[in-house]
Each structure stands twice: as C-alpha cells, then as structure tokens.
C-alpha cells in the first residue's frame, strides 16, 4: 500500500448464503443434511469492489436502500471478513456505526465509558485521562451515574458518540451518525468533526441525504446492488446520482 | 511469526478483558443486598443441605464429610457455570460483535476467568470449613494448584467448542445442561465412590476427567496424600486436547458468527 493511501479496497465481494429458512437447530440440520435439501441461495451483497482513499480524503457512499454501503463499511471496520479481496487500512481507526448498540444496560455512564472505552481498544489511563471530557462533551451531567438503561435513545448516542470521537482518529468511519440527538447535539457533533476534518482525518461515510453528503465530502463513489457503478469528485457523482434516482 | 502476532495481539485487548471480567462479577451480584459475599454464603448454604440429605439423613457421621461435599460442590460449579457462560459469550455478546472488531475469543475468555475468580474467592468457605472441623493442612496442599488448573484449561476448551456450536445450533444449550447434570451425578460430588466403585462400576470414574480433577483436589486438600498421578496425567490430557479442539473449532468458524447471530 502506497505510502499516501489511508483506505484501500481491493477486488472485496461479500456472499451471504440467504436459506429460505434459517436452520438454526440440530433435528432440522441433520434431516436437511441427510436429505440433501441443504440449499443456499447465494447473495453477493458486495462484489469486485475497487477503490483506495488517499490519507485526509472524505469519502461519501452513495446508494439506495440495500444497495451494500452499510456492509462496505462493516468490511472496512474489519467487523465482517469480505468473502473475496483484500480491505487495508492505515492508522487508527474509529468507527461510528449505530452509536451506543454496544452498551450494557445495566451498568451505569461512568461503567459504560470504560467498557466501550476498551471495546473500542484505548487503554484505562487514557479513559481516566479524558474522563471529563467525554462527560462533559455529552452534556449527561449527573445521569453519569445512572444505569444506561434509563437513558433515551438520544442520550445513548451522546454518549456513544462522545466515546467514540474522543480519540484522535486517523480514518473516521460514519453510518448516518449525524442525525443523532437533537438539533444542538447535532450541531456540535458536526462542529466536532469539522475539528477532525481540519487536521486531516480521512473520511468515509454513509449517508442517505446527498446534501449532507456534498457539504462533508469531497469525492464519493455510487453502490447499486453491490456494484460500484461511479467514483469521483462529489459534484460530479452527485450530478449521476440525482439521474438515477429522479 | 503468526504467534506473535497473535499474542501482540491479545496484550492489547487485556484492558477489554479486564473490563469484561469486572463487569461480569458485577453484574451477576448487582442489586442483591450482599453482593459478592454470595459467592461464600451460596456453597456454604448448599454444603449444608447436601451434607444434612447425604450425610446426616444417610446416617453417616463422618467429621470431615462437608469437607468432601464442598470440595467437590466448589469444583463442579465452577466447571459447569464456567462452561455454561461460555457457551453463551459469544451469542451473548451479539450487538457488540455486529458494531466493533474485536477478537471473538476475547469474550468467551472473560466469561470463564470471571467464574474462575468467583470460584477462588469461593475457596475461602472451603478454608473457613476447614479450620472450624479442624482438618490439619499438609505440604500437599500446596499441590491442590494442579488440579484447577487443568479444570481451568478443559472449561476453557469446551468453552471455545460450545460457544462455537452454540452460533449455529441453539440446541446445544440444553443438550449441555443435561450433560453437566450427568456429569455432576458421576463426579463424586455428594457421595462415597466405594459405593459405585462396590456395585463393579468403577469406570464411572475412570472415564470422567472432571472427576478426576475433584479427586486430586481432595487428596491434596482433605486427605494430605500426593495425587494420583494417573489421574493427574488423564485429565490434563484430555483438559489440553480440549483446549486444541476448541480453539481450532473457533478459529476456524469465527468469521462466519457474525452471519448466524
């Protein structure tokens, strides 16, 4: 991987094997077995994906609904293992996918920094360190202390944010993140990455609103079913995009 | 060089396995008015009972049989609660397994050692016992070590291997408790074994590594003999072919959990 390349994707496809039932117990499995009725419908939900993302590039994923961005970036953040090709990236990387799934419900805001802090791989000096910060970029105040599972939702994302963007990432990887909480969350969660664009952070992100996406990005690539089928500067994949859903 | 890789990359995630250990003890005591302190008043309560239906109703008198029942209780609960959570870590942890990358086994290893620990600090009762029936410690005490690890390593194993049947077939989570019932029963736990080892069924015990474990550990805790060295070498065989057999069951499938969870 050359040197300027934060993000490279080589030739990945991703198959789901799609069962009209899903065989999840052993009578069914060993009947189907010795019936030979095990049959997989075969899904490429990606395939021969190519593209490379240089170092401080913002990169909007464009595409309808079940088009394959939220696996791309499943692959990219190395949660799912593509079924052909190679995904390489660079330096550290924080991901932003469906803010505050991996809380525990149980355990309260201050227990919950801690354990998504070392999910998410930093260390507890680090989490003692930039404990306030987090506390105080939420906006939780005293609900710290109270367990998660009395939060809203908008609280969650607060704070599965505000753990999240503590690091100072190196590729940054959002799903639709920006539409969480509400109106002044949202604004200072922009302004947060705004702060990380500044200094160069790579980019990729999903998004539905093409606005969003040609105010955040500079370049974008199009997935249709799968395939990728533009790539280039936003204006440009902006402009095929519209012609292709209009 | 592969394993070194993969030991790079376990040092970094042993903050995540600390912090999984912790929120495992935790948890499992959370809201309870004492807390952690059940994991001494539980054993003891169950020796009592086991000791008043087997030993007292049995008409034994034998001083030291609380001993024997809680040496045995001890080692058999952590095997099954350990393997139990086990076999649940990996379909337990679903959401988090979907949103971050982390090394899958991670979880299954918090779950057992955060038993583990419940059952050393469960070793106190077994200490407290121990002096009010005056049961004079040896030197070969020091050696009751082995026997829990080689426990540690075969929870571990079938652990990694349940946890990897347990994504594909749900069924195997009752098909274990039935078979951690069986093998409580052919343990030793609350019982003499002259009794089966009279009725000519001695293999019982020949066969069962978790027995084995249990008997060293009374030996070196309770009778203050050197272990049986047979049993010794048995069980950790097989402790440590379990361990390969799971961890390359798991390796092998674990890019494919994320599909079935």
């Known amino acids: 991987m050359k040197e300027n390349v934060a993000i490279s994707v080589k030739d990945v496809g991703m198959r789901f094997n799609l069962n009209q039932e899903h065989v999840d117990n052993l009578k069914e499995y060993f009947i189907k077995l010795l019936k030979r009725d095990l049959k997989y419908n075969e899904f490429w939900a990606l395939k021969g994906i190519n593209f490379e993302i240089k170092r401080g590039e913002r990169l909007g994923v464009l595409g309808l609904n079940g088009s394959g961005k939220s696996t791309l970036l499943k692959v990219v953040s190395g949660v799912l293992r593509p079924s052909t090709g190679i995904v390489r990236t660079r330096g550290v990387l924080a991901p932003l996918l469906e803010l505050g799934a991996g809380f525990s419900p149980q355990y309260t805001g201050r227990e919950n920094i801690y354990l998504y802090g070392a999910v998410l791989g930093y260390n507890k000096k680090f989490l003692d360190e930039k404990f306030d910060e987090i506390v105080d970029f939420s906006g939780l105040g005293e609900f710290i202390e109270v367990p998660i599972k009395n939060y809203s939702s908008g609280m969650k994302s607060r704070l599965g944010f505000s753990i999240a963007t503590i690091v100072e990432p190196d590729i940054l990887i959002l799903d639709e993140v920006l539409s969480v909480g509400d109106k002044k969350f949202r604004t200072k969660c922009e302004k947060k990455i705004m702060t990380m664009f500044d200094r160069g952070v790579t980019v990729l992100f999903v998004s539905h609103s093409l606005e969003q996406v040609q105010r955040l990005c500079n370049k974008a690539i199009i997935l249709d079913s799968g395939r990728l089928v533009a790539h280039g500067p936003v204006d440009k994949v902006a402009r095929i995009y519209k012609n292709m859903t209009d | ?261």
């Open chain 2, 1 to 261: 060089m592969d394993i070194k890789k993969y030991i790079k990359n376990f040092l970094n995630y042993k903050y995540l396995l600390y912090e999984l250990v912790k929120k495992n003890i935790k948890l499992k005591y959370r809201r309870s008015y004492l807390g952690i302190l059940w994991t001494l008043i539980e054993p003891l309560l169950t020796m009592m009972v086991l000791t008043l239906v087997f030993g007292t109703l049995f008409g034994r008198d034998d001083r030291t049989f609380p001993i024997y029942v809680l040496c045995g209780r001890l080692l058999f609960s952590f095997f099954s609660s350990s393997t139990k959570a086990g076999l649940k870590a990996v379909s337990g942890n679903a959401a988090m397994i979907k949103k971050v990358y982390v090394p899958k086994y991670i979880y299954v290893i918090s779950s057992i050692i955060s038993n583990f620990v419940t059952f050393l600090i469960s070793l106190i009762v077994l200490v407290g016992v121990g002096i009010v029936l005056r049961v004079h410690p040896t030197i070969y005490i020091l050696q009751a070590v082995i026997p829990i690890i080689i426990l540690l390593v075969m929870s571990l194993g079938a652990g990694l291997f349940l946890a990897t049947l347990d994504v594909f077939f749900k069924d195997v989570e009752y098909i274990w408790s039935v078979a951690t019932m069986l093998i409580s029963y052919a343990s030793a736990i609350f019982y003499p074994t002259t009794r089966v080892i009279g009725t000519g069924n001695a293999w019982v015990f020949e066969i069962n590594p978790v027995y084995m474990c249990i008997a060293n550990f009374r030996n070196s805790v309770l009778y203050g003999q050197p272990m049986n060295i047979e049993y010794c070498v048995r069980s950790g065989v097989v402790a440590v072919c379990l361990l390969v057999i799971g961890a390359v069951l798991f390796y092998k499938n674990q890019d494919k959990f994320i599909l079935h969870i």
